[in-house]
Every structure is written in C-alpha cells, then in structure tokens.
C-alpha cells in the first residue's frame, strides 16, 4: 500500500467512519458534530453517511450530554462524545472526574465504563483566555482514566479505535493547530495502533526533548536547528499523558543524559513538572545538568498576536533552553 | 412555628394481602436496617457519612415495586433502603457500611456508594444532581438497543436547583427518553428548605417547562406512591419518553449523623410523623382485616433476624488487604467488555 496524504482532520474522520463501520454500538455525539458538520469539520459528512441517531447534535449541556455518555457506555453502547474545546470540558468535569472516573473503584470493579471523550485543545489562533487553555495535565492528574495527544496523522488515524477497545474512559486531546496539519500516513499505520507508549520521533545523542500534542512540531523544528549548531537531539512525543510511559522517556534520558520538556500548560502544576520529577527521582544520577522545562507564560492567554506568541514555548526558545541544558549557550 | 401537615394517609387498600403486606415488610426492613446502622455508628463500627432514609420508606418501597428487573436505577447516597429493595442482599449493604471486602461495593464505597451490577443498581452517587445525566445515558442506549428498559432516577428536591437538573430534563425530554425522574421532595436540602432555595417550589411545574409529564404523590403513602410509580413507568415503557414524579415525603432524623437540625422544629417533626408510612399503612391494613398485630410481629421479628445476621456478616467479614488497596482503579486487560 502505498502511503496517502491526509490531513490530521481527515484522519480523524477516517477514524471515525472505520469505528462507525466496526461496532454498531459506537456512535458520536456532542455540540454541532450533525448537520454543521463539527466545528473542527471534524465529523463532515458523517450525518449524511450515518444517520441522526449516531451522530446525534446535542443541546449546549457539556455536563449532561458527557453523563450520558457515561451513562450510554454502562448500559453497553460505546460512545463517542466530542466536547467542542478543553475550555467547555470544564462544565463537565464534575461528570468526568467524580462518575467516569471512579465508578469503577467506587463499585469495587463492578462498572467499568467504555467511553471516549475528544477534545480540542490548545492555543495560537488568537482566540484569548477562554478559549486557549491546554488543560491537559488536569485530565493527566486523574486516576481511573486514559489521556491521549494525537500529535501526527498516524496517531490520529490509529489511537480512536483501541481507545474504543478500552474498558476504561479515554480521553483524547486534538491540539486545534493540528487540524490543518498535512502528512502522508504511513502504509502500516495500523500496526503502529497502540495507546500505551511513548515514541521517538527523532534519534539523537546529545539531549532528550519531550513534547506531545502541538508542541511535538516545535520540539522537531528546534532539533533541526539544533543539529545545525551540532547539538544532537532526540525528540520523544509522550502520546500518552496518562498512565506516562517512563520507561522509552527514561531510557533516551540514559542515553543522552539530558532533558528539556516542552509544555504548553502553565508552569505551575504542569505536566512537565511531573515529567522532571520523576526524572530526578528514577534517573538522577544519569544526569549531566539540570533539566529544563518550555511552558507557557504564567498569564491568561491574551489575544494581541505578538502578546499570544510571547506567552507560548516557541521554537527560538525550546533550543535556547537546549542549548543551555547542553551547555553550549556561552 | 406550629407546623400543620395534612392529615394521615388513610383510605382502602387496593391489593391482595400478600402484595399489601409485601409492602409492608419492606417498609420494615429498611427501618430496622438503618436502625442498626445508625446504633453501629453510635459504636464507631459504621464511620464516614450516613444518611438515613428514616421516615421516608415508603418512597423507595412504593417505587421499586413497580420496576422489572430489566430496569435501571439510579440513585443517591441516601439510598440503602434503595438497594435492598432492588434486591441487594442486607448482609452485602451492612458489609460495604462495615469497610469489607464482601460488601456490595467491595468496601470502596460505604454507605454513599452502593453498587449492584446483577440487579442493575447503578449507585449511589454522592454529587447532588450527579446522577441525572448518567440515567439520561442509561436510558439513551437502553432506546438505541430497543431494549424495554426504564431507568428509575432517584433524586431529592435538593437537585432542582443544580444544572445537571435542568440540562438532563430537557435531554431526556428532546430526546423522549425511557427514563423516570422520581424526586423524593423531603423539604429540606441539608438544612436548607425548599422555597430558600427556589424562586418557585412548584416542583412539577419545573418538569412541565420542558413539555415532560408530571404527577405528584403523597410520599408517606406508600400506595400512593406504588400506584404513581406504576402509572410513570408504565408510561415510560411504552415509549411515552420520560416522566417526572414528586414525592411529598419528610426525613425523621438528621440530614446525616453531624447534624444539630437547627434549621427546623422539633414540633414539625413530631406532627410529620404522625403521617409515619409504616404506623399509618399498618392502621389501614388492620381496618380492612389484612392485618393483625401478630403477623405485623412476625414480620417486624423477619427484619430484626435479618438485620442481626447482616450485621453478624459484616462484623466477621473479611477486610481488603491492603496490598489491593490499588485494584479497581482501572480494568485489568483480560477483563475487558
Ligand atoms: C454538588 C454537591 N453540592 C453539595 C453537596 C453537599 N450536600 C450533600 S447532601 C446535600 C443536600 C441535598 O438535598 P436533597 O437533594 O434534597 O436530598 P436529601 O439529602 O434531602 O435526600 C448537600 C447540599 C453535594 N454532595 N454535592
């Protein structure tokens, strides 16, 4: 087979369609993703291809259509439920954290619950505070459930339906400058279909960069840059942000004895502070300097286009920091 | 305060003498069973919240009796008497109150999260309105599937006034599905009453705003209850889409074990219990030759036998060993759907 080219939304939707195809109890619902089509254009022509009832729009109800979904999934459908944008996800997080979450433990393992959340995250498009959040390392922080970050076509193409697979809640974030994103999928994407583990998506030798989501194509553009300066990085794209797969990030950080983790969240409490941590405590004495995080800027997100753009890790200062954690910033 | 209530549920029986003392029966053995809840507590044996159903019996046992066992239900964490009546065994219950690895919930949950996958008892949910929008699903694939099932959603008044209310009423309603929305009014969220919590008390008003039938019973009447709950779901199952039914009832004890009930007057209290289901039925029973106080012993003495060998369950029931503390969190790969 040969590879075709597709962008991230068009994968999406094939995902989408195989999964339709597959499981009769697999259907998609959430805010305008029938008759507008989705509003990432996401589910496009999906309406037409299968009916109301399983790409049903909802009403703007984030946190009841979210327990429904829940509610679907223990009465043995499998739901897809698409939240418009992380910022929304917020008004359904009660649903999120304190039924779909737990119920599993709290029922003493007598209700899993089968269900797949998507969300667009993310900032960059000027849309300001409330509707730029990377929230991510707050889904991350929750036991009892799966968190995902497509950052390549072929992850956006393969994860849906192993996510579906899982008995637990999945929960995917689509970076929302990703949607436009262009790749050739890979003629043998579908054995790569696995939701448990990191991937290294460029070798190198002189430090490990750990991004996900829509900072992986900054982490990559920085080590290209980087290699011109004869700094050998390696790029690993998390993919899954919940349960962290330490052990491919643990096994570059013993090669290249150094890391700089790129996060779009805010510092404080961020996912990337995690990744340092468990750094330090599992491979301390592997380390030849100090790690280095990229977040964002400790500010609500602002609209003005230089502002958005200072408040985020961009590629000049990923390889700043890289440098720095290289010791070759003199 | 005087507190005026109406009067005593009163008036014919209208079932055979085993349907009718059924009723009755149940109605006991939730009381006893909380009873001796609420002594283990007294103990330390039973910790963590508990919330009594006492004096509110008749809403749990007038309604579970009108679902089939295909049917779901939902509850809150007032919901013991819930449970048992959804055919939970009372050793399983008193167990899950006791922390044990036999209880229902596998000592995860305690008294607030009772769980039951063979009987389709969904839980006990502890966020106030949390369990609406997961009925609304249950009954959204139950009508995808074509299954007959009804979801029975149990909440108290409480709950109208959250957003998980309002959102799943109008889904269900859009959506005309098979689920009952059964409120157990008891007056009082916590300590705060109805009319200081809503700008319009009229419950089934609210219900109606979204085109959803509603009915209203007496819910210290456990006949008026049965045959309100008979005719929503009835309606419901034959696809009708979703109903909403208000029960007028009152909670006897305090909102849970820490509370002082300043909010209200001993003197309101004693004149709802005077409309007591389980006295009040046990009267209408009696005058209509159903019953006599030898058999209302008998089966009073079936609860408490039933209760000491619960509760003797539960107290020699094995713990969890700690190593399993993290079991459950996630489902182990072959168990998979
Ligand atoms: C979302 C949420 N807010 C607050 C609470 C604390 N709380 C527990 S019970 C309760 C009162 C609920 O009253 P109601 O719904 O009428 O049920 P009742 O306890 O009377 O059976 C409150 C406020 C909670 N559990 N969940």
């Given amino acids: 087979m040969s590879p075709t080219r597709m962008s991230y939304r068009e994968a999406l939707r094939a995902a989408l369609r195989e999964a339709m195809q597959r499981d009769p109890r697999v259907f998609l619902m959430g805010e305008d993703v029938g008759r507008y089509g989705g509003t990432y254009a996401v589910s496009k022509g999906l309406l037409e291809e299968f009916g109301a009832e399983r790409i049903r729009d909802t009403p703007l109800s984030e946190l009841a259509f979210v327990g429904a979904g829940i509610g679907a999934a223990l009465g043995g459908m499998r739901p897809i439920v698409e939240v418009m944008t992380v910022n929304f996800s917020l008004l359904a997080l009660d649903q999120i954290v304190n039924t779909a979450a737990a119920l599993r433990h709290m029922s003493g393992g007598q209700f899993s619950v089968p269900l797949v959340i998507r969300m667009a995250t993310g900032a960059g498009r000027q849309l300001a505070a409330q509707h730029s959040h990377s929230l991510e390392n707050w889904y991350a922080h929750i036991p009892g459930i799966r968190v995902l970050a497509p950052a390549t076509i072929e992850d956006a193409r393969a994860m849906l339906w192993p996510a579906l697979r899982d008995p637990d809640p999945v929960v995917i974030f689509e970076h929302a400058q990703l949607y436009n994103l262009e790749e050739d999928l890979p003629a043998h994407w579908e054995s790569n279909a696995d939701i448990s583990h990191a991937r290294v998506r460029r070798n190198g030798t002189d430090l490990s960069l750990l991004a996900w989501g829509g900072c992986l194509g900054k982490a990559l553009e920085a080590a290209a840059l980087l290699e011109g300066e004869g700094i050998s990085a390696e790029v690993i794209d998390l993919r899954v942000l919940r349960p962290l797969d330490m052990d491919t990030v643990l096994a570059s950080v013993r090669r290249t004895h150094r890391a700089v983790v790129v996060d779009e969240g805010w510092r404080s409490g961020s996912l990337a502070g995690e990744l340092l941590a468990r750094i330090a405590e599992e491979s301390f004495y592997d380390l030849d300097a100090a790690p280095a995080r990229v977040c964002s800027q400790e500010v609500p997100i602002p609209y003005a286009k230089h502002l958005e753009d200072a408040a985020l890790p961009q590629v000049p200062m990923i390889a700043a920091a890289a440098r720095r954690v290289a010791g070759r910033d003199a | 305060m005087t507190a005026t209530v109406a009067p005593p549920p009163s008036g014919p029986v209208p079932y055979e003498q085993e349907f009718a003392l059924r009723l009755l029966a149940d109605m006991v053995r939730i009381r006893r069973m909380e009873e001796a809840c609420a002594q283990r507590y007294g103990e330390g044996r039973i910790r963590g919240f508990l919330h009594l159903y006492i004096g509110e019996e008749a809403v749990a046992t007038g309604a579970m009796h009108a679902l089939g066992a295909q049917d779901n239900v939902v509850a809150t964490y007032r919901e013991h008497g819930h449970a048992l009546l959804r055919g939970v065994s009372m050793a399983a219950i008193m167990a899950e109150m006791f922390g044990r690895r036999e209880g229902c919930s596998r000592g995860r949950g305690g008294s607030m999260h009772l769980f039951d996958a063979a009987t389709r008892f969904f839980g006990g949910n502890a966020i106030v309105g949390g369990g609406l929008p997961l009925a609304v699903g249950l009954a959204l694939a139950a009508k995808m599937q074509g299954e007959g099932r009804v979801t029975a959603c149990f909440f108290g008044e409480g709950a109208v006034a959250e957003g ?35 700008s319009r008390t009229d419950l089934c008003a609210k219900a109606e705003v979204f085109g959803m039938p509603a009915l209203r019973a007496d819910g210290m009447d456990v006949v008026a209850v049965h045959e309100a709950a008979r005719q929503a779901v009835a309606q419901v199952r034959e696809g009708g889409g979703p109903v909403f039914v208000e029960f007028q009832t009152y909670r006897f004890r305090a909102h849970s074990m820490f509370d002082p009930e300043l909010y209200r007057d001993r003197a309101e209290v004693e004149a709802w219990k005077t409309r007591g289901p389980i006295h009040t039925y046990s009267a209408r029973l009696k005058a209509q030759g159903l019953l006599d106080e030898e058999r209302f012993l008998a089966l009073d003495r079936a609860a408490e036998e039933e209760v000491a060998e619960a509760t003797a369950f539960a107290e020699s029931a094995a713990l969890e060993p700690v190593e399993d503390l993290l079991r459950d969190v996630c489902t182990p790969p072959e168990a998979g759907p």
Avoid: D, I, K, Q
């Fill in chain 2, 164 to 198: 998980a209310f309002h959102e799943s009423m109008n889904l269900a309603a859009l959506w005309g599905l098979p689920v009952a929305f059964l409120c157990e009014n008891n007056l009082y969220a916590m300590g705060t009453a109805l009319a200081r919590s809503e």
